[in-house]
């Protein structure tokens, strides 16, 4: 008998493995504007700024020009306003709370004033509520919204074991609360009057109240300053609650302060324009990708020009090129939802 062997197939050797390109190592290409320094970049966005303030102020601008000029100067010094308030308190309030994607109206201002503009209107009318238009309406909101805003603050922060996580669980449990009695209200008030309280619950960009200027100045100038005295130690902030308290830093003296400073500024924005909700979430996002550094020396001033970039430029173009006024308002809250869902989709990848 003959006895056969068997022989194994014949197998093509393995491929070898192609080698990765190890990025880490040797020179690395620099990406477009990085040789740029921090400095030069805040130059280029406040020519970026002014670029857009003369837009605003001469883009299809007819007949008596010192009218013209008068009466768009007006309006361009209260979206100044509304452009740092709105950046500088963003900015700060990610800052205490770790968040990039937080905004101070997380707290329920944009809920307070819409039930203030709705309890108005339900309890003394539409007629009366025209007539309280002004510096008193203006008073009223702001020491409405600051009211609350400071008595959230000193309650969460006067005790030993509250922190900032609580604030934003506070602010929003309260937003639901304004916001299901103002729809309450509005589902049983008169339709006409119901249609006012819509009109009056969007931003408007198009007009400012001239006789509020003055107070929103002085409100946000302040704010802004003590802001910027603060800045070297929210550095500091920025590293943690432990780590500033181990470097001898009063934590929450410090952080109670700066939210009171920020309060203030979002309560003057939206009692002077309307609620803004996404707009913060822009520009700081903007700033942070702009900006090189994390010292808010930088990130502030950058906001508040990116803010004033975007906000005056887009009005411009809407309303004195293209005569649309009023849709500035859904375009910041359909892009800002955009951003939002960008940020979370991009976290959670990470």
Sequence with gaps: ???????????????????RR??????????????????????????????????????????????????RSR?????????????????????????????PQIMGFDSLYELIQTGMVFFLGATAVNRLAG?????????????????LFWWLFGGRRRDVVLLV?????????????????????????????????FASFTSVDASLLPYATAGIVLSSLGIWLLRRRLDVVALGPSRSTALGLNYRGLVLGVLSLGAVQVAVATALVGPVLFFGLIVS???????????????????ALVAITMLIGAQAVLQH???????????????GGLVFIALLVRGRNR
Excluded: K
Aim: hydrophobic share 50%.
């Design 1 to 19: 008998m003959t006895s056969t062997s068997i022989r194994p197939a014949r197998t093509a050797p393995p491929a070898p493995a192609r080698r």
């Design 22 to 71: 190890d990025r880490s190592i040797g020179p690395r290409r620099p990406r477009r504007w990085e040789h740029v320094g921090d400095r030069a970049r805040l130059v280029l966005l406040g020519a970026l700024a002014v670029a857009a303030m003369a837009a605003f102020l001469t883009i299809n601008t007819r007949g008596d020009w010192a009218f013209a000029l008068e009466l």
């Design 75 to 103: 309006t361009l010094l209260g979206l100044v306003l509304v452009s740092v308030a709105i950046g500088w308190s963003t900015v700060v309030f990610q800052t205490i709370t770790e968040n990039r994607i937080l905004t």
């Design 135 to 151: 510096p008193a309406m203006f008073g009223l909101e702001l020491a409405a919204m600051l009211g609350l805003s400071l008595a």
């Design 169 to 201: 669980l506070v602010g929003i449990v309260f937003g639901t609360f304004f916001r299901s009695i103002s729809t309450f209200m509005q589902r049983v008030i008169d339709p006409n009057e119901s249609l006012i309280i819509t009109d009056r619950l």
């Design 285 to 303: 996002n903007v700033a942070y990708q702009i900006c090189r550094s994390s010292r808010h020396a930088i990130v502030l001033p950058a906001s």
């Design 321 to 335: 090129a293209l005569g649309l006024g009023t849709v500035l308002s859904v375009i910041i809250e359909f892009v």
